[in-house]
Nanobody
Framework: VQLQASGGGLVQAGGSLRLSCAASGRTSSINAMGWFRQAPGKEREFVTHITWSAGSTFYADSVKGRFTISRDKAENTVYLQMDSLKPEDTAVYHC????????????WGQGTLVTVSS
């Protein structure tokens, strides 16, 4: 499975951005897709994920109510709508995918940089 992320950029605090992550290859093996982020000087952290079949979603407390993850099964694409962005949301955002019958994140896309100015 290959993952291609896009949509990062520079935005002012309070603004919005939408990230996309397109999966290709053996996409039938995907159990869930998600987003992680890594800010400068910090460890990578979980942001959100969505189960592929049921569409169940999970969010880190820091983004609940501001970020929304969704998926388009026909396009094998996951979206991350980010609203009410804060400077502390500045990070490189990575999409990832889980294989079926596993909770590990086996597949990773390249990062896309999100910069939120104050």
């Amino acid at each position: 499975v290959q993952l291609q992320a896009s949509g990062g950029g520079l935005v002012q605090a309070g603004g919005s951005l939408r990230l996309s992550c397109a999966a290709s290859g053996r996409t039938s093996s995907i159990n869930a897709m998600g987003w992680f982020r890594q800010a400068p000087g910090k460890e990578r952290e979980f942001v959100t994920h969505i189960t592929w079949s049921a569409g169940s979603t999970f969010y880190a407390d820091s983004v609940k109510g501001r970020f929304t993850i969704s998926r388009d099964k026909a396009e094998n694409t996951v979206y991350l709508q980010m609203d009410s962005l804060k400077p502390e949301d500045t990070a490189v955002y990575h999409c990832a995918a889980q294989r079926r019958f596993s909770t590990q994140w086996h597949y990773w896309g390249q990062g896309t940089l999100v910069t939120v100015s104050s």
